[in-house]
């Protein structure tokens, strides 16, 4: 796990809040899409006045925090080919710069801690995504979090709210 990229872009996400929110530009259903439902994953390089909408992972990519860039190897297929829109591969790319790889036991369950789609039901925030990722490293998150969404929002909330 990269600490250090996954705490850039919990500040980023935490300092975003406000404006990702009131821009409608936030929802961690999708790592990125356009607002009529397609495009998933498409270039990112675009701001919200285009229509597009990302969560936290889908953000990433696209804060300007040179660490989280991603690099040719991150997008799938040939890097030639017509852009746009270039195709990024999400989990390659949250593996080189989180060092979460989602095909491992402890790394599905720290990726799902940060980025899974299921939290657009419960704490569907960046501001919830930022503190979610400080949780995870401060240690506190376990390994049977997963079995209830809802009970984990006031703990980790709670948590921010006393630290």
């Known amino acids: 796990m990269n600490k250090t990229n996954l705490k850039l872009l919990a500040d980023w996400l935490i300092k975003n809040n406000v404006s990702l929110v009131l821009a409608e530009a936030f929802c961690m259903e999708s790592f990125r899409a356009d607002l009529v439902g397609g495009l998933d994953a498409v270039e990112f390089k675009s701001t919200t006045a285009c229509g597009t909408v990302g969560c936290a992972l889908g953000w990433a990519p696209a804060s300007e925090i040179p660490e989280l860039a991603p690099i ?12 746009p829109p270039r195709i990024l591969g999400f989990f390659k790319y949250c593996d080189r710069v989180f060092g979460l790889n989602i095909n491992t036991c402890r790394g599905e369950y720290d990726w799902d801690w940060c980025f899974s789609g299921e939290w657009s039901d419960f704490d569907n925030t960046p501001k919830g995504a930022g503190i979610r990722i400080l949780y995870l490293l401060d240690g506190l998150v376990t390994d049977n979090w997963f079995e209830d969404y809802e009970a984990a929002v006031p703990k980790y909330t709670e948590w921010y709210g006393i630290r």
């Open 72 to 83: 040719d190897s991150d997008y799938i297929g040939n890097s030639h080919y017509p852009s």
